[in-house]
Nanobody, 122 residues
Framework: QAHLVESGGGLVQPGGSLRLSCAASGTIFNIDDMAWYRQAPGKERELVAIITSTGSATYSDSVKGRFTISRDNMEKRLYLQMNNLKAEDTGVYYC????????????????WGQGTEVTVSS
């Protein structure tokens, strides 16, 4: 079995920074794209940033220039550095991975983490 576990959320003032982490656990043979999504209260889940296995990153327009996504393929970790945070960045942030091949489970799967909450408020 495999899991994605996020950490690093919390309360921060506008203009502040946070760094989210996502650790993939289990015996994992492959991960393709990894991404961060977020869901604000009363809104649908939206893509924040996505990164390929070779490190090519794409960002939503709302976070471009403020957030940086990165990953460590050896450690099977995903990161999101969030700078100059705004109130509209508030929400639950989810780690996502696709193309996962996991020991004991045939096929290729998508996985989601349980989410970590980010609140930007003064």
């Amino acid at each position: 079995q495999a899991h994605l576990v996020e950490s690093g959320g919390g309360l921060v003032q506008p203009g502040g920074s946070l760094r989210l982490s996502c650790a993939a656990s289990g015996t994992i043979f492959n991960i393709d794209d990894m991404a961060w999504y977020r869901q604000a209260p009363g809104k649908e889940r939206e893509l924040v940033a996505i990164i390929t296995s070779t490190g090519s990153a794409t960002y939503s327009d709302s976070v471009k220039g403020r957030f940086t996504i990165s990953r460590d393929n050896m450690e099977k970790r995903l990161y999101l550095q969030m700078n100059n945070l705004k109130a509209e960045d508030t929400g639950v942030y989810y780690c996502y991975a696709d193309g996962m091949v996991v020991a004991g489970k045939g096929g290729v799967y998508e996985y989601w983490g349980q989410g970590t909450e980010v609140t930007v408020s003064s």
